[in-house]
């Protein structure tokens, strides 16, 4: 962050940064897969290594580790002493062995990195045009189970990321009342619906999704033996006469409203409350930018926005809390409790209908 005080030069390296903002980007993705920062971090107590000596230890031609390293030391992933040798910085060390910023760099390099280019014209058209570097989709949604095996797998690794370790302090709101029946909107592969029959031997799950997705989460959980216990309805939760079914003690989405426009959001959200009683809840788990303890998890979810842009759908974001919480007020529906979840990033809302 540029501070108050900046002077013009520090200034001016900062906009020398964004300008080469990619060629930091593609180092850091060449050196890991290359490597190369991996082992100056194995280096790191016998002194750091010189680039001759990693590209002998790699067979890598010299000059293409002397260019890497040198750019990696400009932007403080390396540190280069008097003798030449390269030694691992914190930065470094994040960019090599932090789970969370791998998953980042690899759906940045394998699912958005192309579509990025086109963000001035997803801006102007409010449709996803990077998209249509891997298809001609509205959206990705409509896409996912076709997309190239690394784009699908940093796409999954990057959404499970985010949501998996959250479910089990989530688990203890959706089951505070003992739910016999969930519909989980927005399922996916079904790991909610998994984590769901763990907790609770009992529960019955419905996954309302669009039919690629239903079927591979039915499939999955067929063939774990809960069958007698999930069911699915292929829903397309943009169409003109969306209809979410009655029954649901809990209607769950997580990380899911994030996938649409406000305007689309309160139809999802008025579906909703039609099919509920006054009795059922509807909770959304969702990671709200302004909820974040921690300034790299806000900047990652700003960034996130503009996948959404460019990729995929053109018109939604990761939202407020505050905006959420409107468009959940403006669908007939009054939020019951606020629920920050503990060491996640993520709140849980649950709503009621008026």
Request: proline share 2%; charged share 25%; with cysteine.
């Amino acid at each position: 962050m540029v501070k108050k005080n900046t002077t013009a030069i520090e200034a001016l390296h900062k906009a020398q940064e964004i300008a080469f903002a990619p060629f930091v980007f593609q180092t850091a993705i060449s050196l890991r897969r290359l490597g190369i920062l991996e082992l100056v971090y194995n280096k790191r107590m016998s002194g750091g290594i010189t680039s001759k000596d990693v590209a002998k230890e790699l067979n890598i031609p010299e000059y293409g580790v002397d260019v890497l390293l040198e750019m990696a030391e400009s932007s403080d992933m390396v540190i280069k002493d008097k003798k030449n040798r390269y030694k691992i910085t914190k930065v470094g060390y994040f960019i090599n062995s932090d789970e969370v910023t791998r998953v980042n760099l690899n759906f940045t390099n394998d699912v958005c990195y192309q579509g990025l280019s086109q963000l001035d014209e997803s801006v102007l058209s409010g449709k996803p045009e990077g998209l249509k570097n891997f298809g001609n989709w509205d959206t990705v949604y409509q896409g996912l189970s076709e997309l190239p095996d690394k784009a699908k797998k940093s796409w999954y690794e990057f959404d499970h990321h985010y949501s998996d370790f959250a479910f089990d302090n989530a688990l203890k709101i959706v089951f505070k009342n003992k739910p016999k029946t969930i519909f989980d909107i927005g399922g996916n592969t079904g790991r909610f619906a998994r984590s769901c029959f763990e907790y609770d031997s009992d529960v019955k799950v419905k996954i309302l999704d669009l039919p690629g997705q239903v079927n591979i989460a039915l499939k999955k959980l067929n063939e774990e033996d809960y069958s007698d216990r999930i069911s699915g309805q292929a829903t397309d939760m943009l169409s003109n006469d969306l209809k979410i079914p009655s029954g649901a003690d809990v209607i769950w989405m997580s990380q899911f409203l994030d996938c649409f426009s406000k305007e689309e959001i309160i139809r999802i959200l008025t579906a909703c409350r039609k099919s509920m009683s006054y009795d059922s809840e509807l909770i959304i788990m969702d990671l709200f930018t302004d909820n974040q303890r921690v300034k790299s998890t806000k900047f990652s979810l700003n960034a996130t926005s503009l996948y959404f842009t460019a990729f995929a759908n053109g018109n939604s974001k990761m939202y407020r809390s505050e905006e959420m919480i409107e468009l959940v007020e403006n669908s007939g529906l009054k939020i019951n409790t606020i629920n920050p979840l503990k060491d996640t990033y993520h709140t849980v809302l649950t709503c009621k209908k008026k």
